[in-house]
Every structure is written in C-alpha cells, then in structure tokens.
C-alpha cells in the first residue's frame, strides 16, 4: 500500500485506462446503491449533511465521466502524503513487534486497550494483552 501512495506521486501516476476502469465500474453500480426506500433516503440525508442538492445522487453519473486524468493527478498531488499517514495496527504484539519494526516506517508507540502510552513491557492492568502498535 505505502509503494502504490508513493508511485502514484512518482514514478507510477494512475494511467488513463485506470482511471477509465474505475470510473467505469463505479457508474455501473449506481443503481444498485439506489434499490430501497431506506437507500434512498440515506443518500438525500447524506446531502443534507454535506450541504448538497438533493438530487445530488442524479448528478453522480455525469460527474464521475466528466473527470479527467489531469484532474486526478492534480489532486493526487495535493491530497497523497504517505509521509503524513498514521498507521495504526492492532493484534498480538508478542507476534506482530518484529515484523512492524522490520518495516521501518515510522517510531512505533505502543498503547494500551484503553489508549494509554505504555512505557514497559507486560499486560498493562486491566488490559487483555492485544496493545496496539501505531505510529
């Protein structure tokens, strides 16, 4: 994932018949997203939230054909910062702790169950021994 955030900025930018894929699969599942009653409703609640037009959905189509591949990269170019992300991993740390270090992608903290920076080793208390590893 980190490679792919990287080359899109890099040596590998999204290709048009990428772009032409996806926006392709994305128009044929539209109506599928607009089946139920309860659908539509939550997409014109999902408008009101957002301070869009309630037809927003009908505009959908059009919009999604109407990108372009400059577009994407200009945006790719202002959005995609793999640098800025924070990775957050959770599982067994007795297994995991390696494996994340050998990845040498960021300072690793290691939190509690509830949050807390742990400072040593052991289950913290009240805690069930998953800690999470994140950056």
């Known amino acids: 994932m980190l490679r792919e955030l990287n080359d899109i ?4 930018p999204v290709r048009d018949s990428e772009l032409k894929r996806v926006i392709a699969g994305a ?19 999902r408008s009101a939230r ?10 959908l189509e059009r919009r999604y054909t109407s990108l372009k591949l400059d577009d994407l990269q200009r945006a790719a170019a202002t ?12 599982g067994d740390l007795t297994r995991i702790r390696s494996q ?3 990845l040498g992608i960021a300072p690793i903290e290691i939190r509690d169950d509830t949050g807390n ?11 069930d021994g998953r800690d999470r590893v994140r950056d």
């Open 9 to 12: 900025n890099g040596d590998r």
């Open 27 to 45: 128009t044929r599942e539209l109506p599928g997203r607009f089946e139920t009653a309860r659908a539509m409703l939550d997409s014109m609640v």
């Open 50 to 59: 957002y301070h869009r037009p309630l037809d927003d959905a009908s505009t």
């Open 79 to 90: 959005s995609v910062n793999p640098n800025a992300l924070v990775w957050v991993i959770v």
């Open 100 to 102: 994340i270090e050998d």
């Open 117 to 127: 920076a742990r400072t040593t080793g052991g289950t913290p208390a009240g805690g």
